[in-house]
């Protein structure tokens, strides 16, 4: 079983950046797909995009295209997702999940992510 | 953005079936995509309950099935129960969007 593990809080100001980490245990880090997904506040799920251990590939959400950065540190079973030009309405909780097929298997706790002045 | 519609919200008696549907379109569950379930309970994260359209993981009562027809979806609730209380969510993937889609999700009170 995956266990993910990700960074604490974080409140940034508008313009800036912010990168929250996601720790993997259990199963094999290079063998299944890690993604991004957020939830503002009161508001549905969104996927942001993914990164592919084995190819060594990211993939984006067309919306966030431009703006977010997923990589992963195989040494480590870590994987980063940073959110650049940050706004009000990046405020949000931000999740990483596992996948091997399409299916998002395993979730982390959620790091709250907050943007204001 | 949620490109799968879901009812905002359902509601039924303990005991009783409720059902949620979830509507896509051609790029996405009409392209044969897979659609996946997940409830979230409040505060905590999404779990997987239904993966590939109909299989159950492990440790999912099967009180839950859900089925996949065209360009639609739905989850089934049988013998609901207060634990069901939750927000639930449909997921595929979109073949012009090139992404991972969700519903708009649906919230299950029992009465």
């Known amino acids: ?117 | 953005q949620s490109v799968l519609t879901q009812p905002p919200s359902v509601s039924g008696a303990p005991g009783q079936r409720v059902t949620i549907s979830c509507t896509g379109r051609s790029s996405n569950i009409g392209a044969g995509f897979d659609v996946h379930w997940y409830q979230q309970l409040p505060g905590t994260a999404p779990k997987l309950l239904i993966y590939g359209n109909s299989n159950r993981p492990s440790g999912v009562p099967d009180r839950f099935s859900a089925s996949k027809s065209g360009t639609s979806a739905s989850l089934a609730i049988t013998g609901l129960q207060a634990e069901d209380e939750a927000d639930y969510y449909c997921q595929s993937y979109d073949r012009s969007l090139s992404g991972y889609v969700f519903g708009t999700g649906t919230k299950v009170t029992v009465l």
């Open chain 1, 1 to 117: 079983q995956v266990q993910l593990v990700q960074s604490g809080a974080e409140v940034k100001k508008p313009g800036s950046s912010v990168k929250v980490s996601c720790k993997a245990s259990g199963g094999t880090f290079s063998s299944y797909t890690i993604s991004w997904v957020r939830q503002a506040p009161g508001q549905g799920l969104e996927w942001m995009g993914r990164f592919i251990p084995i190819l060594g590939i990211a993939n984006y959400g067309q919306k966030f295209q431009g703006r977010v950065t997923i990589i992963a540190d195989k040494s480590t079973s870590t994987a980063y997702m940073e959110l650049s030009s940050l706004r009000s309405e990046d405020t949000a909780v931000y999740y990483c999940a596992t996948h091997s097929s399409s299916s998002f298997d395993y979730w982390g706790q959620g790091t709250l992510v907050t943007v204001s002045s």
